[in-house]
């Protein structure tokens, strides 16, 4: 076991709480439509996409675009961030992932929505300052809020991605290696 300095366990606390503060800065701009302060969350290389293959786009200026676009179909949100995992890269301090635990109220297209949501991260320290390197969003449910209560009954189950014209499959549990192994698929 390698005893960290103080100065290190310090530097780690400092680091998680300025990842947290990206985290929850990252719902602020989305939601209040700061494009001036969105390229500032990100690195310059960096990927966002979705477990449905919605989103898949690459490059902070790009990226900056692809919000643009879906801003121009969603009317207010509120983004609320819960719990979130942070490990650091043992070789290199400026790195980190982690798992964000969320939920999101928006409007799309005129539609009251609700959606659950797991964001696998990626960070990097750039200039002294964490930014996204890499956002994976899975959902569990994204659903009209006059809908949300059929997707816990057993036949929503199979279709609790409602956002788009055709229901789909959510992102998670179904597809986790630990749930399949634990229900036997």
């Given at each position: 076991?390698t005893?960290?300095?103080?100065?290190?366990r310090?530097?780690?606390l400092e680091?998680?709480?300025?990842?947290?503060?990206?985290?929850?800065r990252?719902g602020?701009?989305?939601?209040?439509?700061?494009m001036?302060?969105?390229?500032?969350l990100?690195?310059?290389?960096?990927?966002?996409?979705?477990g449905?293959?919605?989103?898949?786009?690459?490059?902070?200026?790009?990226?900056?675009?692809?919000?643009?676009g879906?801003?121009?179909?969603?009317?207010?949100?509120?983004?609320?961030?819960?719990?979130?995992?942070?490990?650091?890269?043992?070789?290199?301090?400026?790195?980190?992932?982690?798992?964000?635990l969320?939920?999101?109220?928006?409007?799309?297209?005129?539609?009251?929505?609700?959606?659950?949501?797991?964001?696998?991260?990626?960070?990097?320290?750039?200039e002294?300052?964490w930014?996204?390197?890499?956002?994976?969003?899975?959902?569990?449910?994204y659903?009209?809020?006059?809908?949300?209560?059929?997707?816990?009954?057993?036949?929503?189950?199979?279709?609790r991605?409602?956002?788009y014209?055709?229901p789909t499959?959510?992102d998670?549990?179904?597809?986790?290696?630990?749930?399949?192994?634990y229900?036997?698929?």
């Open positions: 076991m005893t960290r300095s103080l100065e290190e310090v530097r780690e680091d998680r709480t300025a990842i947290a503060e990206l985290v929850a990252y602020l701009v989305m939601d209040n439509r700061d001036e302060a969105m390229p500032a990100f690195t310059a290389d960096f990927h966002i996409r979705s449905d293959g919605v989103m898949d786009c690459r490059g902070r200026d790009t990226v900056v675009e692809l919000f643009r879906r801003f121009k179909v969603l009317g207010p949100s509120n983004h609320f961030t819960h719990d979130r995992i942070v490990t650091f890269n043992p070789n290199n301090p400026d790195e980190a992932s982690g798992i964000v969320s939920h999101a109220e928006m409007n799309r297209l005129g539609q009251p929505m609700l959606t659950a949501i797991r964001y696998h991260d990626e960070y990097r320290r750039e002294g300052q930014r996204f390197a890499a956002r994976v969003l899975n959902m569990f449910y659903v009209p809020t006059d809908q949300y209560l059929d997707v816990f009954r057993p036949e929503g189950l199979a279709t991605n409602r956002a014209a055709t499959a959510a998670w549990p179904e597809t986790l290696a630990t749930w399949q192994a229900y036997g698929k």
